[in-house]
């Protein structure tokens, strides 16, 4: 069983790939099923009797900053009340919702004298949407060494899966619930020179990093 995340770094963007730029709130799914009533003068002990109707995949409403040149912000203004567009909502973890929607409103442009130019918008769902879990969690360990007599480094920066963690005594981060992908990391210490590249996730993995002094 899986922990709970938080909803930081949550990407909502077309299917295409077009990010939609600082944004501080994405609303959440709200699905609904109607119900039909069926009752008749025939209906036991005079208890209303319904049957489940169409399902409805709600509206999700979206705020952030107004940004005049970000291309998801923009796009979303070019399809305001035109065809239906593709979109995906993807969580910290990875997983996420796949969906079909029209841009039903775009809200900018309000100056307040104590605060940032806000951004807003709505999209409607239509159709099935379609969610892919996450169903295998990893954990990555990154031992730092030192390349001159390979000591081991304590208090090392490791930037990794939108995390910052410091090597302990042993020189070991360790990073857990990473999903399988392909990840850029960074590895820095006062005094050495950084060093950054990518690593592929696909097991329990073990990150050796030997740094040079500077």
């Not at 208890?47 to 705020?63: S, V």
């Not at 796009?75 to 841009?103: E, K």
């Not at 001159?148 to 480094?153: E, N, S």
């Amino acid at each position: 069983m899986t922990n709970p995340i938080a909803g930081f770094t949550t990407i909502f963007k077309y299917a295409a790939g077009t990010v939609i730029g600082k944004l501080t709130s994405i609303g959440g799914f709200k699905f609904k099923s109607e119900v039909i009533d069926i009752t008749s003068h025939q209906s036991s002990s005079g208890w209303r009797e319904f049957i489940a109707g169409l399902k409805d995949g709600g509206e999700i409403p979206l705020e952030g900053h107004f940004i005049q040149d970000d291309a998801g912000q923009l796009a979303l203004f070019g399809h305001l009340g035109g065809a239906v567009q593709s979109f995906v909502v993807v969580f910290p973890d990875l997983s996420q919702w796949a969906f079909d929607g029209i841009v039903t409103g775009v809200e900018c442009g309000k100056g307040d004298l104590k605060d940032q130019i806000p951004f807003a918008a709505t999209v409607k769902l239509t159709g099935i949407p379609v969610f892919t879990g996450v169903t295998t969690l990893r954990t990555v360990t990154f031992t730092v060494t030192a390349a001159a007599g390979g000591a081991d480094i304590e208090g090392a920066t490791v930037l990794f899966n939108n995390e910052t963690k410091l090597t302990d005594s042993s020189g070991e981060a360790v990073f857990t619930n990473v999903a399988d992908a392909t990840y850029y990391y960074a590895v820095g210490k006062t005094l050495y020179t950084p060093q950054s590249s990518t690593v592929v996730v696909n097991g329990t993995e073990a990150v050796a990093i030997s740094l040079v002094l500077a």
